[in-house]
């Protein structure tokens, strides 16, 4: 691979891992008072769920479950993931609050866009159906990488109903001088050798379990719909709805994630947490540790 060839491939993973904008020669690269609890914010246990509600392109499939007076936790995955990214941290808050995962357009068992549009304002309207289908009034909203974008979005757009905000993995703003010889790239004959590349590169670290799944997901999603993806999250900056969420924050990424263009580096007050000896998928890698996290600022948040 030549010296462009090599530098556009760990370009690109910023998309995917929120973070690696970054080139070498050794090619190497980073229950509260506000909430009201009643009924539509809880779930009994004998409920739990796993089924499909209409989304803005189509149906979407919903796993919740859970019970409790703690405010609720909904859950966005990344490019290629589902809700089975979460089954974890499904398990672990279940025993304390309502939880829940869905898969964004196009993944797991949600039905693809007609038109194709994955823009990152159409996953937060997925977001946005999601909650307005479940009848949650207010509660905590975590995604991851693409997925952390749309919780952002919808954030900016709903902040009164989001109680806090967790991302992880989730990318900054993307400069256009680097973004369009790494759209060159994956739409060249050589798509698949490069997408196995980039997956390679994201999976380091990473478990045999969270390996399988992953790359599993990725070889479900086709070409067109994830050239969509990319574009989106290229396009998408973060930083005007950030500027209008007020509410609880918090980024957590692998160590090595920490680049220029990552969002830590762009919005610096955010506070920020890290997690060692994993891939791109933290709360697949080290569930506990992530969980650990998860848990303390939730109970801030229900302190409140």
């Known amino acids: 691979m030549s010296v462009v060839k090599q530098k556009r491939c760990v370009l690109f993973a ?20 506000d909430s009201k609890k009643d009924s539509m914010n809880t779930i009994t246990s004998e409920k739990k769920s796993a089924e ?48 829940i995962a869905f898969d964004l357009r196009g993944h797991g068992r949600s039905e693809a866009p007609a038109n194709n549009d994955y823009n990152v304002q159409s996953l937060a309207g ?81 478990k045999p379990e969270t390996d399988k799944l992953e790359r599993e997901g990725a070889k479900k999603i086709p070409k067109e719909a ?25 980024i957590v990424s692998k160590s090595s994630e920490e680049q220029p263009n990552s969002l830590h580096s762009a919005f610096p007050t955010i506070p920020y947490r890290t997690v060692e000896g994993t891939s791109h998928w933290v709360h697949l890698d080290k569930p506990d540790e992530f969980n650990k996290i998860l848990k303390e600022f939730l109970d801030r948040i229900d302190k409140k």
């Not at 990344?78 to 974890?88: C, L, P, T």
């Not at 974008?149 to 989001?162: F, L, N, Q, R, T």
């Not at 994830?226 to 969420?245: E, G, M, Q, V």
Request: charged share 20%; with cysteine; net charge negative.
């Open 52 to 99: 499909s509600i209409k989304g803005p392109a189509g149906n979407l499939y919903i796993n919740d479950g859970g019970s409790g007076e703690n405010i609720p936790v909904l859950f966005v995955h990344s490019f290629a993931g589902s809700s089975r990214d979460w089954e974890n941290q499904l398990e672990y808050f279940r025993k304390t609050r309502r939880a």
């Open 126 to 206: 997925d977001v946005a159906a999601v909650v307005d289908s479940l009848g949650l009034d207010r509660f905590v909203l975590v995604g991851h990488s693409i997925g952390g974008s749309a919780a952002i979005a919808y954030a900016g757009k709903h902040p009164d109903k989001v109680a806090g905000l967790l991302v992880t993995g989730t990318p900054g703003k993307t400069p256009a001088e680097q973004a369009k010889p790494i759209i060159a790239s994956l739409e060249s004959d050589k798509y698949d050798t490069v997408m196995e590349q980039y997956m390679k590169k994201l999976l380091t670290d990473a």
């Open 226 to 250: 994830s050239l969509s993806l990319i574009k989106a999250a290229f396009n998408y900056d973060p930083l005007p709805d950030l500027h209008k969420y007020p509410g609880p924050e918090l």
């Open 14 to 33: 910023s998309f995917l891992i929120g973070s690696m904008i970054a080139c070498n020669n050794s090619n190497t690269t980073s229950g509260t008072e």
